[in-house]
């Protein structure tokens, strides 16, 4: 993957790359958008614990498919409000903190989720060699 920051754009506003190159014959890991639900169905009230509940249960799906963070490609996000941006953008630095080759990624703010505490959910599109 080779990410696409062209000089004539504003620098990205955070970790994240404008766009990114993905060579032909990769395998490519979709994620469904993740809720800050653990395993035993519990969910933090506030919105970073609950970004980074999201995070970890990518990680988990994308560890099934033998990936990992370095591997991602873009992230889409979906905070409740403008308040849960900062957490959500510190879940994802951290989660991306090993990564040199950053990933693009969308945050968009929604009117709400399935359930009426979810305040965050993100999904990923990861892409690996498959040589
Ligand atoms: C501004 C963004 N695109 C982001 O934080 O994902």
Redesign the pocket.
């Known amino acids: 993957m080779t990410p696409l920051i062209p000089k004539d754009l504003p620098a ?3 970790r ?1 790359s404008h766009g990114v190159s993905v060579p032909a014959g990769c395998q490519f890991v979709m994620t469904s958008g993740q809720l800050g639900v653990d395993v035993n169905g519990q969910c933090a009230e506030d919105a970073l614990s609950q970004a980074r509940q999201c995070f970890a249960n990518c990680a988990a799906i994308l560890r099934s498919a033998g990936m990992t963070a370095l591997d991602v490609v873009r ?1 889409n ?1 979906f905070v409740t409000d403008r308040a849960h941006m900062a957490d959500y ?1 510190k879940a ?1 630095d951290e989660f991306c903190a090993a990564v040199t080759d950053l990933p693009t ?3 968009v703010i929604v009117s709400g989720f399935t359930r009426p505490e979810f305040k965050v959910e993100v999904e990923i599109t990861a892409a690996r060699g498959t040589g």
């Open positions: 990205p506003f955070g994240y992230i996000a953008m994802r990624s969308t945050l």
